[in-house]
Nanobody, 119 residues
Framework: QVQLVESGGGLVQAGGSLRLSCAASGRIFSINAMGWYRQAPGKQRELVAAITSGGIINYADSVKGRFTISRDNAKNTVYLQMNSLKPEDTAVYYC?????????????WGQGTQVTVSS
């Protein structure tokens, strides 16, 4: 099992910045990738950014150039630095971890943290 604990959400004005953190614990040695997803009211959950254990990074087109994902392996923590925030970034942000073990891919989710961007 992998446990994920998120922090850093909140209310910010458009153009502002927030940094989300996600600390992983448990069977972290076999995590292949970690990332951030978001879900706005009435919309499907979507990928925001992800980083693999090898350092490969992927961003949604809507956040490229504004958001930066990074990880601190010593702290088992992944971060999402969000700059130039827009009202359309308002959503619940979820941390995700993928673990591959014994031929099975496991998905783990954090509890979610609310990000609200006011115009």
């Amino acid at each position: 099992q992998v446990q994920l604990v998120e922090s850093g959400g909140g209310l910010v004005q458009a153009g502002g910045s927030l940094r989300l953190s996600c600390a992983a614990s448990g069977r972290i040695f076999s995590i292949n990738a970690m990332g951030w997803y978001r879900q706005a009211p009435g919309k499907q959950r979507e990928l925001v950014a992800a980083i693999t254990s090898g350092g490969i990074i992927n961003y949604a087109d809507s956040v490229k150039g504004r958001f930066t994902i990074s990880r601190d392996n010593a702290k088992n923590t992944v971060y999402l630095q969000m700059n130039s925030l827009k009202p359309e970034d308002t959503a619940v942000y979820y941390c995700n971890a993928e673990r591959f073990a014994d031929g099975i891919l496991y998905d783990y989710w954090g509890q979610g943290t609310q990000v609200t961007v006011s115009s």
